[in-house]
């Protein structure tokens, strides 16, 4: 089955049931789905719970002391998690930020949706129809299922697709992104799919980890990453060598590692923690890993 042919089954299969899940087109890509199918992290789905949108990316911002309060208090968890939960979704208004213009019959596309957090606040947002592609059979439902909940199915809809061969006509979509889902993809495929799918003068936008050439090769908090969630993070020089290579020019650069760490400290500190928080932080510090908002111009 070609990546075309997988892209026209996955347009039709979205509701619980009768659905039709494609193979996927590499075996990594069926690992990936796996992953994700199987993933239920307490430190995902209690921030969700919070106000009912769903993240799988990190914060960004200040950790408001006074929001959080006493750490003897007994709601201090409680409170914890809203503020990480925040920070979550700051990180999410900043890209929205960059997606440029939007009209309300605009369609936008999230490459690697998730459980569709990002998905509903452009909605909310621009009041646009955004298109979600994800390989998790369980993360779509669970997107079109909250959308359905919000009485905004109409306007925001996920699918199981393969981000390197979407349905989507050439030319049609106003905006696109990756939040934190560029690091499971071949960067030249990935954009040469998103200056496709894009209308030339529509914006392209990614929030990533990504490592520092400067640092000189990946640094083993970046192998770690890499082995804990199964993907293969790309440096920056990559990012941009690939976006050039694809009509997608950047207009924003923008060096998030400062103002992600914040989130990555409180973490750490919680009931939550996964284990990964010290290889994040080790690299941050280090200078070997950075977290950068990219925006583009399909031109
Ligand atoms: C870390 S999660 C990010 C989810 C979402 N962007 C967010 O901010 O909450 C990574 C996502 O990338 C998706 N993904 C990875 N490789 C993909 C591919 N080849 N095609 C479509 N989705 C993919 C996964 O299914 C998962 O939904
Ligand atoms: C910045 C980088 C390298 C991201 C890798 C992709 C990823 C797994 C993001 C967060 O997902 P999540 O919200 O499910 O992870 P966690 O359970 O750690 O919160
Ligand atoms: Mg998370």
Redesign the pocket.
């Known amino acids: 089955m070609t990546s075309t042919d997988l892209s026209a089954d996955a347009a039709v299969s979205t509701s619980a049931a009768s659905v039709f899940i494609p193979a996927p ?1 590499t075996p990594y ?1 069926g690992d ?2 796996r992953y ?1 199918d199987g993933e239920a992290r307490p430190v995902n789905l209690r921030l969700g719970d919070v106000d009912g949108l ?4 990190y914060g960004i911002g200040a950790v408001d002391r006074t929001a959080l309060g006493d750490t003897d208090d007994s709601a201090y968890e409680k409170r914890l998690i809203a503020e990480l939960h925040r920070l979550e979704s700051a990180q ?1 208004e900043l890209l929205l930020d960059h997606l440029g213009p939007v009209e309300r019959d605009d369609t936008l596309v ?9 998905m509903v606040m452009a909605h909310q947002r621009f009041g646009c129809q955004v298109e979600g ?4 059979a369980k ?1 779509a439902d669970f997107a079109n299922q909250r959308a359905h909940e919000l009485g905004i199915e109409d306007h925001v809809h996920a699918r199981v ?4 061969g979407t349905p989507f006509e050439t030319g049609q979509i106003a905006a696109s992104w ?4 560029s690091m ?2 071949d960067l030249h495929d990935l954009f040469a799919e998103h200056s496709r799918i894009l209308e030339v003068g529509g914006r392209y936008v990614t929030i990533t980890g990504c490592w520092n050439p400067r640092y000189g090769q990946p640094s083993k908090w970046v192998s770690q990453i890499n082995a804990h ?1 199964e993907c293969n993070i790309h440096s920056r020089r990559e990012y941009l060598r690939a976006m050039a290579d694809n009509r997608l020019v950047p207009q924003a650069v923008i060096d998030l590692t400062a103002a992600t760490l914040p989130y990555w400290e409180l973490r750490a500190t919680s009931s939550l923690v996964t284990g990964i928080e010290e290889a994040f932080i080790n690299s941050y510090k280090d200078g070997s890993f950075q977290y950068l908002l990219i925006a583009a111009d399909r031109v």
């Open positions: 087109v890509q990936i789905a994700w769903y993240h799988h990316h999410a999230d490459a690697g949706c998730g459980r569709g957090g990002s592609v994800t390989l998790s993360q697709c393969n981000m390197l990756n939040n934190e889902s499971y993809v969630f």
